[in-house]
Nanobody
Framework: QVQLVESGGGLVQAGGSLRLSCAAS????????MGWYRQAPGKQRELVST??????NYADSVRGRFSISRDNAKNTVFLQMNSLKPEDTAVYYC???????????????WGQGTQVTVSS
């Protein structure tokens, strides 16, 4: 079994900062990619940022304000969110592409989500 557990969401004023964390645990052989998606009310889930061994990727709407990092030893990914705007309000979901043993295919796993609310 694999679990992704997020933490760090909350309520913040516009211009403020939050740091999200997501720890993957369970039967993990290797992780190819970790990242964050978000879903605002009435909208589709959208990519925020991803990170693998070679590179990082950001949505245009957050580039320059958000920073993703990863602790491979702890199977943990972080999202530092600065200069937050009301339009960043959403449920943020952790995401990982991983395999549970050496010959297994990579599969997608999701966390339960953490609410981020930015007030104006």
């Amino acid at each position: 079994q694999v679990q992704l557990v997020e933490s760090g969401g909350g309520l913040v004023q516009a211009g403020g900062s939050l740091r999200l964390s997501c720890a993957a645990s369970g039967s993990i052989f290797s992780i190819r990619l970790m990242g964050w998606y978000r879903q605002a009310p009435g909208k589709q889930r959208e990519l925020v940022s991803t990170i693998n061994d070679d590179s990082t990727n950001y949505a245009d709407s957050v580039r320059g304000r958000f920073s993703i990092s990863r602790d491979n030893a702890k199977n943990t990914v972080f999202l530092q969110m600065n200069s937050l705007k009301p339009e960043d309000t959403a449920v943020y979901y952790c995401y990982a592409e991983l395999r549970t043993f050496g010959r297994a295919p990579f599969r997608n796993y999701w966390g339960q989500g953490t609410q981020v609310t930015v007030s104006s």
